[in-house]
């Protein structure tokens, strides 16, 4: 059973326009979503996270929405670049007592110019 | 950013083999994770290491795996002996503290057992 699912799968967009990746959980004890992005041939980073205490985090171009009812969180990157262009994987966390972090099956973001 | 990096980049072994990955971790980190990403599909946690110990393990950290840090050096996945379902990206982390404090990854080791 997947516990953090993502959609699309993949997503393509031009420069300029908001792209819009959703994920959605299934534990209502996660309270940990980080988003991590991942280039060709380079490691997953840590780009941007938020915990349920705020609905929205924003940081530059990249702004999370986070409904807490309904279990959903989107990831919006306005203005989208061509340097944007990787996989975009959410996450989540709980803190009750386990330190995993569960992955989702990631969005691939396409920016064309 | 700080850099972990996991050596070799792609292995391939033939079935029923001894393989060990290694990871080099950023260096004042304190805890480590290994990861398996089958392609296409999400990466699922496998493990966490701290203190020289297994705090945590999934079910895919099946009895032929093992995990180990010797002498404050590379934190390695042994798998003996292999099998073909092994076959995978594995990715290392590691994080300055534990619970939900920032993860770095490597870039992976591409394992192919035959």
């Known amino acids: 059973q997947q516990q953090v699912r993502q959609s699309p799968q993949s997503l393509t967009v031009w420069e300029g326009e908001t792209a819009i990746l959703n994920c959605s959980y299934e534990?209502?004890?996660?309270?940990?979503f980080p988003w991590y992005w991942q280039f060709p041939r380079e490691s997953p980073a840590l780009l941007i996270a938020?915990?349920?205490?705020?609905n929205k985090k924003e940081d530059g171009r990249f702004t999370i929405f986070f409904n807490k009812r309904e279990k959903k969180l989107s990831l919006h990157i306005t203005d989208s670049q061509p340097g944007d262009s990787a996989t975009y994987f959410c996450?989540?966390?709980?803190?009750?007592?386990?330190?995993?972090?569960?992955f989702g099956s990631g969005t691939q973001l396409t920016v064309m110019p | 950013g700080p850099k972990v990096l996991q050596i070799p980049s792609h292995q391939i072994i033939d079935m029923g083999q001894m393989v060990t990955l290694n990871c080099d971790p950023v260096?004042?980190?304190?805890?480590f994770y290994w990861y398996k990403q089958i392609l296409g599909q999400q990466m699922e946690f496998l493990v966490n290491?701290?203190?020289?110990?297994?705090?945590?393990k999934s079910k895919l950290f099946k009895d032929q795996f093992s995990v180990e840090r010797p002498d404050g050096s590379y934190f390695t996945l042994k798998i003996q002996p292999t099998a073909l379902e092994d076959s995978a990206v594995y990715f290392c982390a590691s994080s300055l503290l534990g619970g939900q404090n920032t993860l770095y990854f490597g870039a992976g080791t591409r394992l192919s057992v035959l």
């Open positions: 290491f701290y203190n020289g110990k297994v705090m945590e």
């Open positions: 996450a989540a966390s709980g803190s009750s007592g386990s330190w995993q972090l569960i």
């Open positions: 938020i915990r349920p205490v705020s």
């Open positions: 534990d209502s004890t996660f309270d940990y």
């Open positions: 260096s004042n980190h304190l805890y």
